[in-house]
């Protein structure tokens, strides 16, 4: 049974850098065939994708944070990472880890780490 | 950024029928992307209930049901429960080059 379980700082400044990670317990990273994603629910609202990262470092990101997010992996670790940058209290929410199956565009979310609340605040 | 329409609200009496729609657009449904459907729980991550249009995932109940036609998606939920209350969320891919969510339902078992 794969499991996910993210880890970071629970408070940000404005106009910092988020730092999240991954750790990936039950299955390899490195065993290929999944992308590994970063997904984020504002307080009280839905999802939104962040973007997803396969073993071999290809990053696919959500165009409308693209400028301002990072996702990378490491592999030695069984871990991926997410970097969102110049954050504000926009960027506070809920920031889950997941497991992305499926092929091409017809990807689907199957195993979720608990989620950690990030809030942006000075 | 495209999203996908979903009613914020449904509810149905225990054993009733109750649907949940998804509509999107020629940018995502209509392009022929598949549409996959979530289940999230109060103060729990999301669950995935449905993939490609109509697939149940092991152990989720036969009771769950998916399908899609046009722009639009559909999830049905027979002989509702009441741990059926939860919100309930869809997914597809759209033509910019994104994974979007549905604006969510919750489902309320009166």
């Known amino acids: 049974q794969v499991q996910l379980q993210e880890s970071g700082p629970g408070l940000v400044k404005p106009s910092q850098t988020l730092s999240l990670t991954c750790t990936v317990s039950g299955g390899s990273i490195s065993s290929g065939g999944y992308y590994w994603s970063w997904i984020r629910q504002h307080p009280g609202k839905g999802l939104e994708w962040i973007g997803y990262i396969y073993y071999s470092g290809s990053t696919y990101y959500n165009p409308s944070l693209k400028s301002r997010v990072t996702i990378s992996v490491d592999t030695s670790k069984n871990q991926f990472s997410l970097k969102l940058s110049s954050v504000t209290a926009a960027d506070t929410a809920v920031y889950y880890c997941?497991?992305?199956?499926?092929?091409?565009?017809?990807?689907?979310?199957?195993?979720w780490g608990q989620g950690t609340l990030v809030t942006v605040s000075s | 950024q495209s999203v996908l329409t979903q009613p914020p609200s449904v509810s149905g009496a225990p054993g009733q029928r109750v649907t949940i729609s998804c509509t999107g657009s020629?940018?995502?449904?209509?392009?022929?992307?598949?549409v996959h459907w979530y289940q999230q729980l109060p103060g729990t991550a999301p669950k995935l209930l449905i993939y490609?249009?109509?697939n149940r995932p092991s152990g989720v109940p036969d009771r769950f049901s998916g399908s899609k036609s046009g722009t639009s998606a559909s999830l049905a939920i027979t002989g509702l429960q009441a741990e059926d209350e939860a919100d309930y969320y869809c997914?597809?891919?759209?033509?910019?080059?994104?994974?979007?969510f549905g604006t969510g339902t919750k489902v309320t078992v009166l």
């Open positions: 997941a497991r992305a199956d499926g092929v091409d565009t017809a990807m689907y979310f199957d195993y």
């Open positions: 997914q597809s891919y759209d033509s910019s080059l994104s994974e979007i």
């Open positions: 490609g249009n109509s």
């Open positions: 020629s940018s995502n449904i209509g392009a022929g992307y598949d």
